[in-house]
């Protein structure tokens, strides 16, 4: 009887701990789902959208006041006040302070130092592409740079990232039923069976396919259905290949 207890109580705190990760997985699933939807239903439509009507923007007609909501392109003389290049990897720092004809002034981020900022000094004088109140671009001696604000064609990044973030949930998703439903038998349906290959998958199939898609300059509609379709493939090898080892 004693022995009965013993084995008892021992295997519940197993059968709790696996499924309290079963929900903590289910709760990830829920997150990421959020996070999915929200990159594929405002981040990636709001990057299309921005594009094209940056794309398609008049210049504005020089008799129009200036206004910051205006649809319209304008050119406008900045000098410089300030500027900061720093290259430190994550800490990286690249932005100037620009003052406009008016008076006021504008804090400006870039990606990355050249073509023009790097060459910049204090009073230079710079022309600037204005839209929307934001400065787009940059000139100045026959060299151009994009400011961080620019509109890109960069869809297939924003569709890698959806399609990961959603992949991610349907796997938690999956590890997380079967804990619940398995709690002392989960395999092969754990980290280091499945789950650390799977994760790998995904984000191959997910952040790299899409910025192979973006390089290539292939459809942004490509990238979900490769991603899907190449995680579904590999998961079902992987799980095959798990059960039929002894």
């Keep these: 009887m004693a022995a009965q207890t013993g084995i008892r109580t021992g295997s519940r705190p197993d059968r709790r701990g696996a499924r309290f990760i079963g929900v ?7 997150i990421a789902a959020v996070v999915c939807t929200y ?4 981040m990636l439509p709001t990057t299309l959208d921005q594009y094209r009507e940056y794309k398609a923007a008049a210049a504005c007609p020089d008799t129009r006041p200036a206004r910051g909501s205006q649809n319209c392109v304008r050119t406008v003389t900045f000098t410089v006040r300030h500027t900061v290049v720093h290259d430190g990897g994550r800490g990286a720092q690249y932005r100037a302070t620009l003052s406009s004809p008016s008076g006021g002034s504008s804090l400006v981020a870039f990606g990355d130092p050249g073509p023009v900022l790097s060459e910049l000094r204090a009073g230079d004088r710079v022309s600037g592409t204005v839209w929307r109140g934001h400065v787009m671009r940059i000139a100045r001696n026959g060299e151009e740079q994009a400011t ?3 509109p890109r064609d960069e869809p297939q990044m924003y569709a ?16 997380g039923v079967v804990r619940l439903v398995r709690p002392r038998n989960p395999e092969p349906y754990t980290w280091r069976l499945l789950g650390r290959w799977l994760l790998a998958t995904v984000l191959v199939a997910g952040l790299v396919w899409g910025y ?3 390089w290539f300059h292939i459809p942004w509609q490509a990238v979900p259905p490769v991603a899907v379709a190449l995680t579904a493939v590999v998961a079902r090898a992987l799980v095959t290949a798990r059960r039929a080892e002894p």
């Design 212 to 214: 192979a898609a973006l």
């Design 160 to 175: 890698g990232l959806a399609v990961t973030v959603g992949l991610l949930a349907a796997l938690s998703l999956w590890f």
């Design 39 to 42: 990159v594929a239903t405002v």
């Design 24 to 30: 903590l997985l289910l709760a990830g699933s829920v």
């Design 148 to 150: 961080a604000d620019e």
